[in-house]
């Protein structure tokens, strides 16, 4: 059975940075795609990064500025971060880890992150 949990989430001022992590169990993040997602009230969910079985990396659309994410992945511990610097308000919201096991889709419950200005 795939579980993810995540953890790291709460509240920052603007401009300040966390870590993300995604702990997934059930599975390898090595071999399969990993990405993390974040979803604003009112707001559809999206892609934030994502890192595939093969090591590459990609971005959402919406992630400005995208040197300020990072996503990596810890073999020994089988977790996928996300690091956010130079946090902003906009940032704001619940953030989400997936992992793809060929057809099929699993999700963590999310967590919270929150930008004060």
């Known amino acids: 059975q795939v579980q993810l949990v995540e953890s790291g989430g709460g509240l920052v001022q603007a401009g300040g940075s966390l870590r993300l992590s995604c702990a997934v169990s059930?599975?390898?993040?090595?071999?399969?795609?990993v990405g993390w997602y974040r979803q604003a009230p009112g707001e559809q969910r999206e892609l934030v990064a994502a890192?595939?079985?093969?090591?590459?990396?990609?971005?959402g659309y919406s992630v400005e500025d995208r040197g300020r994410f990072t996503i990596s992945r810890d073999y020994a511990k089988n977790t996928v971060d996300l690091r956010m610097t130079s946090l902003k308000p906009e940032d704001t919201a619940v953030y989400y880890c997936?992992?793809?096991?060929?057809?099929?889709?699993?999700w963590g419950q999310g967590t919270q992150v929150t930008v004060s200005s």
């Open positions: 059930g599975t390898s993040v090595t071999t399969n795609f």
């Open positions: 997936k992992v793809q096991v060929r057809e099929s889709h699993y």
């Open positions: 890192i595939t079985s093969t090591g590459t990396t990609a971005f």
